[in-house]
């Protein structure tokens, strides 16, 4: 049967992702001051980051309409998988589920199936669940059968930390609420998030040397992947504006793991948002 993923723009793409028909992004929107920019495929993260940099003005975004998912639910697919950011971090996640809502009712007798995936997460880990729905739906497998394995692989099946050199976005968004935040104010120490089950943010580790920090994240994904086969696994590490710096964590990520597969990708606007300049974004199969 036909099938359609749909996307936030949360979700950082693959050069084949881009490729692929059965994807649809539906976009945040960005704003510095009175610069706004739509977060979808011609979103430029190095003139972006350096407007943010320069600028006095928080980084602000702001989710999809209803409108736009219910939009994206719309054509020949009969099965149709959305999936967003957590809805710990933003509205995306209960925007999508008006949307489904919206489409049902201007399309009563559409018959489609359509599920909204919440990712508990961001970034690769939307990633490499857009992979698992794939995978599973070329496959042959049943509708109902891909939500709950796509559900579990969500919460079991996938890990997500994150390394900033910078949380101020995160904290004047209101998007760490009280984690770390007097840590940050006083200390100014480097810190490693990780994403909990109920998708929230928690301080795993902190450091004050970069280097340190992506060691010490490399241990943790280690020891959470401990007594696995990840032979067949992939590790995505998402990055604003430093790619040297992401290719160092894939090494030592190659040197403390067994991934087989080590991605590197640029964050998409939203996540360079809240990763700030030269942050890391590692999501990983366990």
């Known amino acids: 049967m036909a099938y359609k993923i749909v996307v936030d723009s949360c979700c950082d793409l693959t050069q084949e992702m881009k490729s692929w028909s059965c994807l649809e992004v539906v976009p945040m929107t960005l704003q510095i001051g009175d610069y706004f920019v739509t977060d979808d495929e011609n979103f430029d993260q190095d003139d972006f980051i350096k407007r943010m940099v320069s600028s006095k003005v928080l980084a602000k975004s702001a989710c999809p309409s209803p409108e736009a998912f219910a939009k994206a639910c719309e054509g020949d697919e009969s099965d149709v998988y959305l999936m967003t950011i957590t809805d710990k971090l933003s509205g995306c996640y209960n925007s999508a589920l008006q949307g489904v ?11 489609k199936n359509i599920h909204v995936f919440n990712s508990l997460a961001t970034s690769g880990l939307e990633t490499l669940m857009a992979y698992k729905i794939k995978a599973l739906a070329d496959a042959g497998a049943p509708f109902e059968e891909i939500v709950g394995k796509v ?34 104010e006083t200390l100014r120490v480097k810190l490693i998030g990780h994403r909990t089950d109920y998708g929230n943010i928690s301080i795993a580790g902190k450091d004050f040397t970069t280097n340190r920090i992506l060691a010490k994240t490399a241990a943790l994904i280690a ?5 696995s086969d990840l032979s067949g696994k992939t590790v995505i590490i998402s990055h604003v504006c430093c790619e040297e710096k992401a290719n160092r964590f894939a090494d030592m990520i190659r040197e403390n793991c067994g991934f087989s597969n080590v991605v590197i990708l640029k ?20």
Request: hydrophobic residues 30%; aromatic residues 10%.
């Open 101 to 111: 809502q919206l489409f049902k009712e201007e399309h009563p007798d559409s018959g």
């Open 151 to 184: 559900e579990d692989y969500c919460v079991n099946g996938c890990g997500l930390y994150f390394c900033l050199e910078s949380m101020d976005a995160l904290k004047g968004n209101g998007r760490l609420y009280n984690v770390g935040a007097k840590i940050i």
């Open 223 to 227: 020891k959470d992947t401990q007594g």
């Open 267 to 286: 964050c998409s606007g939203l996540n360079s948002l809240y990763a700030s300049n030269e942050g890391i974004i590692v999501s990983f199969e366990k």
